[in-house]
């Protein structure tokens, strides 16, 4: 088989490529992160890439657009006739033919999202699944023989009271030379106080745990002193899965079409994790064998595909996940470079579609402790709800898609530099104000060229907007008779710019479509039905308080998000919105084992409602996919300016 | 640095090897079995080697005793003159100058023992650790969408009473599959009804356990049934760990003294026991991943390197064993190629020098369950005792050295083809007939030019045959007033010759020195004086039944063994061999969950006796090297035929 020199920019990673891979292959060989919301379907466009042409000495190749096989027929239907002109391909429908040197322009780039999953401020009461415990004990004598591991053991009893705990393999045989090195004072590092994972000579004060969430998108490590509790650094990277398939079932749907692939998607994860763990310790000038315990939290997928479960039977009807309960595993067989007797403690499911995510939501939030009737709402790929109070709580999973992301959307693109994530449509003049991820101000100058798409809370604003100022109907529907430049037809179909070719860097205008407000109405329905399905279930009228939970959700404006109708009426000073909670969770778990037994019980008590079962779910959602709502009541909503 | 061809017959393993290599580290680089009973430290002379002159077209060398390093001192004392004219070396003293054709005589090769370690067919009850639950599962649906693990656990509940077990992380990662491919029909296998280790697809009947027995010289596995109990396949290897040094505190120094000593020598019994795996497995018909469950017992340094523990502490007063206690460690982090989740059982441990070999002779045997009081002597390179019955078990551990095994006697050797097992002195004619193994009759034509050395048991036979005959005097004197050209003097001293020249393969007679006969005394006095110590400590004056245990013991002739004084006078009725016991032991835990309890509690309650700290150890040690003894009446021995 021949093989040829790809080589990508901006990264500069390079390597011979056999001859007929796709370019999307040839960048997941080299570690080249590229956009593939579709897992390489041919049907998302967002894989869009160029080649440069000529001879580049530093590389010794001469690359061409020829090096890659004809434009396809699925290019012509996803990319433009101007795009085309300008050499644009698709990665997954291009196969390479000879020496390349591959430009991936900065939005098909997966690298480079930003990041929004910052710990929050988040009160943690402290009381971790391990404790260090010092100890000095008797030196062996002839007439005093004892083992080492019963020497420690009795020691811990007399100055402890722990009850013979049992030790794990590796501190097994770290033992005899921590005693003598420690001159007979040694300090233990134990689980549950049931199970000795280290043994250190000397007195040794401090020890690590570290907290991750894997997100579809994106991964967080919280790195915590399980003395103090203190956040002792933060990383986070993308989930390099992403390369497999932007959204839960393309990846799925990679595991079941490639033999080795649960093995690769799994290898990439626990890869990325390897490196988030040597970055966060090094950062801290700690090593990460320092770190002796993790506490995980993920959704369904996100923790199969870690654990290294086949995922498969979470795409097809029921849902039904391996396993719900919690799970300790521990870090080495998990491949997980830290200290090899650490467990990895992930939180349990709910159910198929309620994850470990959720639960972390659940812990960090703790609805079942109020009397308040509380909404949660993860908004991501899926939305996840949990509804309830002390008495009882309901979940539901609403399939909404992914273009409250920003995916599935004309312009749509993840919360990324370049990304408009806010925009105001003035109700007069119909003019369009925004604000871009990585530029300050909202005045205009500062933002010529930069625009690259509109991310997901840039969606929801827009649409909104589009309705507040009478462009769109209650039905979604454009108007035709507005006297604005910026409302125009495209192929016969209506679309408003948002920002116009000379304020965006694609050398065209950005504009939200019909289509791209249709997908913004199917996405809030499946969550507003899903809401009054949970609300009819328990019997209530009213929701007395709205939690935006999820990255994503602490971007949303909660104003514009009830103008849109994402969720029923609600007094909007109750509407709060509680950044990353899954994370909080993981956290919260890594640092207080008692909530690792309330996460159990409390997933177990969850009861999952599924909304594809209730015959009422058509008629809700159909009403619900109105702005705001066909026929829901909004008092608490501030009146429109004019009757749309 | 230069290298050379190096060449070993007859095994034809060859390689190159750095200028100034020993011949002993090069056999082990290239996986050559030379005996070395000091670990190469140029003392017992045991190594012995010689180099093929001449140019080996086949193997494009030419070799030549000079292409050894110049004969050293050491050589001098350990090799007879006829010897080095026949250019024998010592492996561990000669390093390697150029290309060499290196012959290992049989005598210095460690991979032909016999091994002596057959399973009884003591009957064992069955309760093994690991067992079968079939199951039929409903299979889930959208109303009942229940994850893979809690589905399979309420299942197991409700149909066999189990309480929730826990589940091994690869048998989480093959559940989901088997559950689909057995469409809904899986059989668990559980251990100890507390973790799920592994499910099968279907209805599986059979499950397999292996129990294992490492002893310093010789490694065994017992391939069983866990349903039916039945030995399905019993494998044997040279322990391979020999190379690094004969005996225990040897292969300590070995490791004390590399940096990798720990890593080598514990790499080389996995290895060991993987392909023993493959090979008993491969002989029934089976898979080693079939094995879901070991127990092992051996001494407690063989457990400590084994495990892969430090065995430094166990070479220095006061040989303190890192645990005592029962491990139980999943194979997969021992390295051992069995299914992942199986649990190797070692057996626990009583003290630094009373292993887990002897907790397993201590099930085998139960003692505790008697009312007799009993003695059960483990002969071997130490020597352990346990005495007591149902009310106290003390233990002891005697230095007795290498002798009783063949090892620091002139023409000492392993039991192998070629070694005197047996002999036999004429009282009147002071003529000598022996048997050796191999060869199956004691009649002199079949035995001309095939003797090679004795074995441990034909030690004690022959040093009490020269008590018998009169040849040597209690004290181990020999008399120098015989007519029989046997009893001769060499360099000085008086030595009785075994085999005539024309009867060994060594071209020179094979004799019992007096220093052989020292060293015999020394060994069975330690023993003698072990056994009075222990039995003071309990108040007794004589002893109701002896069992000598160990691979070795069962080829002991007990009269002889009693003529010699290894132990105080018992009813030769009463003193049985059982084989290899600690062997036994391992199957009946690997058989026998309830024993393995026992064990633990046992290994708890059994006293261990420091004899180096009792006053009395000296004199009872003096009095002992008498043969049988000084003082101490034998009853029970048949009168000599004349007064010594």
């Known amino acids: 088989m021949k093989r040829y020199q790809a080589i990508f920019q901006p990264s500069g990673r390079r390597g011979e490529i056999p001859e007929g891979t796709t370019v999307l292959e040839a960048s997941r060989l080299l570690g080249v992160g590229i956009e593939s919301v579709c897992g390489g379907k041919k049907t998302c466009g967002k894989c869009r890439i160029r080649i440069d042409s000529g001879t580049f000495d530093q590389y010794g190749i001469h690359s061409h657009p020829d090096h890659l096989s004809p434009f396809t027929g699925e290019e012509g239907k996803l990319l433009g006739e101007n795009e085309r002109a300008q050499g644009v391909r698709l990665a997954c429908a291009a196969t390479i033919q000879g020496d390349v040197l591959i430009v991936v322009p ?81 300090t233990a590092a134990i689980w549950m106080e049931r199970e000795i994972l280290a043994v250190f000579p000397g007195e040794v004060e401090e020890a690590y745990g570290l907290a991750i969430d894997i997100g579809s998108t994106t991964v967080a ?73 993790i506490a995980l939290v993920g959704n369904t997928a996100m923790h199969h595909l870690f654990v290294g479960i086949d995922p498969h039977p979470l795409g097809i009807s029921p849902f039904t996940p391996a396993v719900h309960r919690s799970l300790d595993i521990k870090a080495r067989d998990l ?38 009737m509380t909404l949660i709402i993860d908004v991501g790929t899926n939305g996840e709800m949990i509804l309830g109070n002390r008495k009882k709580l309901l979940s539901a999973s609403c399939a909404t898609g992914p273009a409250l992301e920003g995916a599935h959307i004309r312009f749509g693109m993840r919360a990324a530099p370049g990304a408009i994530e806010r925009i105001r449509i003035d109700r007069e003049t119909l003019e369009v104000s925004f ?44 108007r035709t008779d507005l006297a604005t430049p910026r409302l125009r037809m495209a192929e016969g179909k209506p679309e408003f710019v948002i920002a116009w070719p000379d304020e965006t860097a694609l050398g ?16 809030k329905g499946a969550l507003y039905a899903g ?41 909007l000073d109750h509407v709060s919105s509680v950044g990353n909670a899954a994370g909080d969770g993981a956290r919260i778990a890594l640092l207080n084992c008692d909530k690792r037994l309330e996460a159990e019980e409390m997933a177990r008590q969850v009861e999952y409602l599924e909304l594809t079962l209730a015959k009422e779910f058509q008629q809700e959602f159909t009403s619900a996919l109105f702005i705001p709502h066909m026929t829901d009541a909004f008092p608490h909503l501030p009146p429109l300016d004019h009757k749309n």
């Open 106 to 186: 900065e939005e098909s780039q997966t690298g480079k999202q930003v990041v929004r999953k910052e710990a929050s401020e988040k009160k943690i009461s402290l009381n971790p699944a391990v404790r260090l415990f010092p100890v000095t004990l008797p030196f062996p004598t002839l007439n005093d023989p004892l083992g080492d591991y019963e020497r420690l053991v009795a020691a811990l009893l007399e100055r402890f009271g722990l009850q013979r705990p049992g030790i794990d393999y590796p501190a097994l045989l770290a033992l005899p030379g921590a005693l003598r090195k420690g001159n007979w004072t040694v």
């Open 221 to 293: 490590g919280y790195l915590c002193s399980l003395r103090t509790g203190k956040l002792v650094g933060t990383e986070s990277r993308m989930n390099p899965q992403v390369t497999y398939g932007d959204d839960v079932i393309a990846r799925i749907t990679y595991v079941m079409e490639h033999p080795d692939g649960l093995e690769k998607i799994r290898g990439a994860i626990i890869e990325c994790l390897n490196d988030l763990i040597r970055t966060v310790t090094g950062n801290a000038g700690l090593f990460p064998s320092d770190i002796l315990d």
């Open 335 to 372: 491949g997980l470079a830290v200290h090899p007797a650490a467990n990895v403690h992930i939180l349990p499911i709910v159910a198929g579609f309620v994850g470990a995510d959720n639960v972390g939501v659940l812990i960090a939030e703790e609805p079942y402790r109020r009397d308040e």
């Open 435 to 478: 604000k871009i991820i990585g530029v300050e101000r909202w005045r205009p100058e500062f933002r010529i060229k930069s625009a690259l798409g509109i991310c997901g809370s840039g969606v929801i604003d827009g649409v909104a907007e589009l309705y507040r100022a009478g462009i769109i109907d209650q039905s979604g529907r454009f």
């Open 508 to 523: 065209e205008a950005i504009t939200i479509s019909q289509q791209d407000v249709r997908s913004v109405q199917l996405a």
């Open 531 to 571: 809401a009054k399905l949970l609300m009819k279930e328990l019997g209530i009228e009213k929701l007395e308080r709205v939690v935006l939970a999820g990255a994503f959700g602490s971007y949303i404006d909660k104003t514009e998000a009830m103008i849109l109708g994402m969720f029923p009426d609600c007094n």
